[in-house]
């Protein structure tokens, strides 16, 4: 899901804050219109009752009930007067007030007789309409003003803001001229805040830039130094094994030199892999995982010469990949040694399958607390003689995640670990 903007964000809001306000003035006018109707009806009801009651006792001759467009007013002495002609919805309600289908109805009664008072309301309604749609339309469209008004120069705020993040989004911090922000560049609404953030961006990059550089050329100089030595001592130990009349323990000495001399040249191009960036691929090559496989259990196979352990390859079908091999050979060289080291005796059971290579062993295991820590850098826990995974795992770990291989272990203390490598093929593969 796309994230919105601030602009929009901000747009929404005032268009969400003002149909809001527009539905609470809407209720509120429209409630307070038909309670203060209500209100006048009742009091004008009894200012005319009282009106008349008053003149009833001033002189019963001249006395007038009310007569209005609005009020009609019938009296019924208490002596009787057939003649009063009181409509019979009127007759039939008792004393007080009264709300009907055309209006209001008001009845009191006193010694003196009976007054029926009913109201009717249209015209009353009408007034009160032409009163209260003036207002309200008025009060809407000026709501609508004044967050039309407040959205604008809201809007004028943000852009200076959004402007500096389109800047930012198209930072490449290997390049130091790719964000620059010239004062005159900033939106003219740009205000103190915005200036001094874009100052402090402007300086962030430059450091970064110097940072990515000074890696860039530490990881560069690390590698020929590094490399120029094993070079050498490779070249010397081809030439010396090429020679014919070479004793054999001399030869397998020469022999283990040239493959540590090649470990060590992987383990270089494993720490150059994960500090370079993450778009720089390492050099691949086609291989059969199988042979990666066979030589590093053949390279630790002497280990278990003094122990009841046994060292098995099972081949269900690996794959023939396009990748780093020396990448996938450290991977698992890390996960063999601390099999190797940790199973005291049993089996070590190396799985190759077309998706993934398993190795389990039968070794101590691994605690659920353990196992959570295993993968974090320098992690070490007490698991025999005060040794531990130590960095192995977590160069693991980080190389899978890099090359697109996830680790993923599998442990129970006292029956040993179960480490899988899913390989994931790539073009050429």
Same mark, same amino acid.
Do not use: C
């Given at each position: 899901?796309?994230?919105?903007?601030?602009p929009?964000?901000?747009?929404?809001?005032?268009?969400?804050?003002a149909? $809001?306000?527009s539905?609470?003035?809407?209720?509120?006018?429209?409630v307070?219109?038909?309670?203060g109707?209500?209100?006048?009806?009742?009091?004008?009801?009894?200012?005319?009752?009282?009106?008349?009651?008053?003149?009833?006792? &001033?002189?019963? *001759?001249?006395?007038?009930?009310?007569?209005?467009?609005?009020?009609?007013g019938?009296?019924?002495?208490a002596?009787?007067?057939?003649?009063?002609?009181?409509?019979?919805a009127?007759?039939?309600?008792?004393?007080?007030? %009264?709300?009907?289908?055309?209006?209001?109805?008001?009845?009191?009664?006193?010694?003196?007789?009976? $007054?029926?008072?009913?109201?009717?309301?249209?015209?009353?309604n009408?007034?009160?309409?032409?009163?209260t749609? =003036?207002?309200?339309?008025?009060? $809407?469209?000026?709501?609508?003003?004044?967050?039309?008004?407040?959205?604008?120069?809201?809007?004028?705020?943000?852009? =200076?803001?959004?402007?500096?993040?389109?800047r930012?989004?198209?930072? *490449?911090?290997?390049?130091s001229?790719?964000?620059?922000?010239? #004062?005159?560049?900033?939106?003219?609404?740009? !205000?103190?805040?915005?200036r @001094?953030?874009?100052?402090?961006?402007?300086?962030?990059?430059?450091?970064?830039?110097?940072?990515v550089?000074?890696?860039?050329?530490?990881? &560069?100089?690390?590698?020929?130094?590094?490399?120029?030595p094993?070079?050498?001592? @490779?070249?010397?130990?081809?030439m010396?094994?090429? /020679?014919?009349d070479?004793?054999?323990?001399?030869? @397998?000495?020469?022999?283990?030199?040239?493959?540590?001399?090649?470990?060590?040249?992987?383990?270089i +191009?494993a720490?150059? $892999?994960?500090?370079?960036?993450?778009?720089?691929?390492?050099?691949s090559?086609?291989?059969?995982?199988?042979?990666?496989?066979a030589?590093?259990?053949?390279?630790?196979q002497?280990?278990?010469?003094?122990?009841?352990v046994?060292?098995?390859v099972?081949?269900?079908?690996?794959? /023939?990949? %396009?990748?780093?091999?020396?990448?996938?050979?450290?991977m698992l060289?890390?996960?063999?040694?601390?099999a190797?080291?940790?199973?005291?005796?049993?089996?070590? /059971?190396?799985?190759?399958?077309? *998706?993934?290579?398993?190795i389990?062993?039968?070794?101590i295991?691994m605690?659920?607390?353990?196992?959570?820590?295993?993968? +974090?850098?320098?992690?070490?826990?007490?698991?025999?003689?005060?040794?531990g995974? !130590?960095?192995?795992?977590s160069?693991?770990?980080?190389?899978?995640?890099?090359?697109?291989?996830?680790?993923?272990?599998a442990?129970?203390?006292?029956?040993g670990?179960?480490? #899988?490598?899913q390989?994931?093929r @790539?073009?050429?593969?």
């Amino acid at each position: 899901m796309t994230t919105q903007g601030l602009p929009r964000r901000i747009k929404r809001a005032f268009i969400a804050q003002a149909v $809001l306000g527009s539905v609470v003035l809407f209720a509120v006018i429209v409630v307070a219109s038909l309670w203060g109707a209500q209100r006048l009806q009742q009091q004008r009801i009894a200012e005319e009752s009282q009106w008349f009651w008053h003149e009833l006792a &001033r002189d019963p *001759d001249t006395a007038r009930t009310p007569h209005t467009s609005t009020l009609k007013g019938y009296f019924v002495p208490a002596s009787g007067a057939p003649d009063v002609p009181v409509p019979e919805a009127l007759r039939r309600l008792p004393p007080g007030m %009264h709300v009907l289908a055309e209006g209001r109805a008001y009845v009191e009664q006193r010694p003196e007789g009976t $007054l029926y008072v009913s109201f009717s309301p249209r015209f009353f309604n009408h007034a009160i309409l032409a009163v209260t749609l =003036p207002a309200l339309v008025l009060a $809407l469209l000026s709501l609508w003003l004044m967050s039309w008004l407040t959205y604008r120069i809201s809007k004028r705020l943000v852009v =200076p803001v959004a402007w500096l993040a389109e800047r930012v989004r198209t930072w *490449d911090p290997r390049n130091s001229d790719a964000f620059k922000v010239d #004062t005159d560049e900033l939106p003219a609404d740009s !205000g103190v805040e915005v200036r @001094r953030l874009s100052r402090a961006l402007v300086g962030l990059n430059r450091r970064v830039h110097d940072f990515v550089r000074r890696e860039r050329d530490f990881t &560069r100089d690390a590698s020929h130094e590094l490399r120029t030595p094993l070079t050498v001592v @490779r070249l010397s130990t081809d030439m010396m094994l090429a /020679r014919e009349d070479l004793d054999p323990p001399l030869r @397998r000495s020469l022999t283990r030199v040239q493959a540590a001399g090649r470990e060590m040249e992987a383990v270089i +191009d494993a720490f150059m $892999l994960l500090a370079r960036e993450a778009e720089i691929e390492a050099q691949s090559e086609d291989f059969d995982v199988a042979d990666v496989v066979a030589r590093e259990v053949a390279m630790l196979q002497p280990l278990l010469a003094d122990r009841p352990v046994t060292m098995a390859v099972e081949d269900r079908g690996g794959p /023939r990949l %396009h990748a780093p091999a020396g990448v996938l050979a450290l991977m698992l060289r890390n996960l063999l040694s601390n099999a190797v080291q940790f199973t005291t005796a049993g089996t070590i /059971r190396v799985i190759i399958a077309p *998706d993934h290579i398993q190795i389990a062993d039968t070794g101590i295991g691994m605690t659920p607390d353990v196992l959570a820590k295993v993968f +974090d850098p320098f992690y070490k826990a007490d698991l025999q003689a005060g040794e531990g995974k !130590g960095v192995g795992m977590s160069i693991v770990h980080r190389l899978g995640e890099r090359v697109g291989w996830p680790v993923s272990l599998a442990s129970e203390p006292g029956k040993g670990t179960t480490a #899988t490598i899913q390989l994931v093929r @790539r073009a050429g593969s």
